[in-house]
């Protein structure tokens, strides 16, 4: 019978048999199945595993540094920190066009793990042993997708769950999770002493908010997006909605509209709200979250945000919309 303990005590000796002497590093985002499949391994090796962490550019309000914080502190996990967000600003300078977003971003990603996993690489063979392992929170479903519909529009996915290895590092792949369907990960999570913060969190896409910035993404919309974006995120979570819905988030407009504030005539940008209701992301409800939930957020980000004087609530389910707007 299948049991979050067994599934973890057999996990953990089998990789530490694989691995021996070995050592193994792990790229993380955040999210629960890379930090799953990272404390699993953590187990099995210790300090043998190392984590790197990339800022992208595109990462919610504060995370880059809580995720450092919660990896350490709360997992022990050895983890190195890139921040790379001007790296990556500056390839999406002009770039609208989703996929190419996408590209780009997966293009990057795989320059700055690369250089970082070398390094590692090359610190780990000067004191005569070797890193031959690379460790992916991959998923069935993730199994599945690869292998059929998704395609392009899961670029990171594609490279970086599944395959996609750098050239000429000879990694070995552990993906301890590749049998699991999420709510398995999540059991194993907790049973691992996870904090809910982590287990319990919303998908967040590989682009991250590139894709929720439509048009152009530059430092300053990012930041705009970023408040936005929390004051959702912490609206949902205070009403207790944060589990019930599957994503919640916001999105960045390129248009903009007149408003007024006290005697003041405003010309600023339009701020899109999405919740929906999922059981696995491939179709979606948009969640009839309460008025007053919505007055709220609303006001707020009207209010605490410069640059945004205007707030719509998306109301497409999927088919026929998607859940990003990219
Ligand atoms: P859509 O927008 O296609 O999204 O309805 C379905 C689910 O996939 C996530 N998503 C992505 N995840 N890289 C990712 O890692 C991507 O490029 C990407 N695009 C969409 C989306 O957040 C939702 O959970």
């Known amino acids: ?120 690489f090359e610190a780990e063979k000067s004191s005569g042993e070797e890193i031959a392992w690379l460790v992916q929170g991959t998923l069935y479903p993730d199994v599945i997708e690869s292998s059929s519909v998704h395609g392009p529009s899961h670029t990171i996915k594609s490279h970086h769950n599944v395959g996609g290895l750098p050239a000429d590092m000879k990694l070995k792949l552990i993906e301890p999770l590749r049998d699991l369907f999420k709510d398995e990960v999540r059991r194993i999570g907790r049973d691992l002493g996870m904090p809910d913060d982590i287990i319990e969190r919303q998908p967040f896409p590989g682009p991250g908010l590139a894709v929720r910035i439509l048009g152009e993404v530059t430092a300053e919309r ?15 979570k205070k009403a207790g909605l944060y589990r019930k819905v599957w994503q919640s988030f916001a999105v960045l407009l390129p248009v903009k509209s007149v408003g007024v504030m006290g005697d003041q005539r405003t010309y600023a940008n339009t701020c899109a709200v999405r919740a929906v209701e999922s059981e696995d992301g491939m179709t979606a409800d948009w969640a009839p979250l309460p008025y007053e939930v919505l007055r709220t957020i609303s006001s707020r980000i009207v209010s605490e945000v410069r640059g945004i004087n205007r707030v719509v609530y998306d109301i497409t389910s999927k088919p026929p919309g998607t859940i990003e707007w990219e």
């Open 222 to 236: 990012v930041a705009i997006l970023q408040e936005a974006d929390q004051i959702v995120v912490d609206e949902i």
């Open 1 to 120: 019978d299948w049991t979050p303990e067994h599934f973890i005590q057999s996990t953990v000796e089998r990789v530490r048999a694989q691995v021996g002497t070995g050592h193994a590093i792990c790229g993380l985002s955040g999210g629960v199945d890379s930090s799953v499949a990272a404390v699993l391994v953590a187990r099995a090796i210790g300090d043998r595993l190392t984590c790197i962490f990339v800022n992208n550019g595109v990462l919610r309000k504060d995370e880059f540094q809580k995720v450092q914080t919660t990896m350490r502190e709360q997992l022990g996990l050895n983890v190195v920190a890139v921040d790379s967000s001007e790296r990556f600003l500056a390839k999406l300078a002009g770039v609208t066009d989703p996929e190419q977003k996408r590209k780009v971003i997966g293009n990057e990603f795989i320059a700055v793990f690369d250089d970082e996993a070398k390094k590692i």
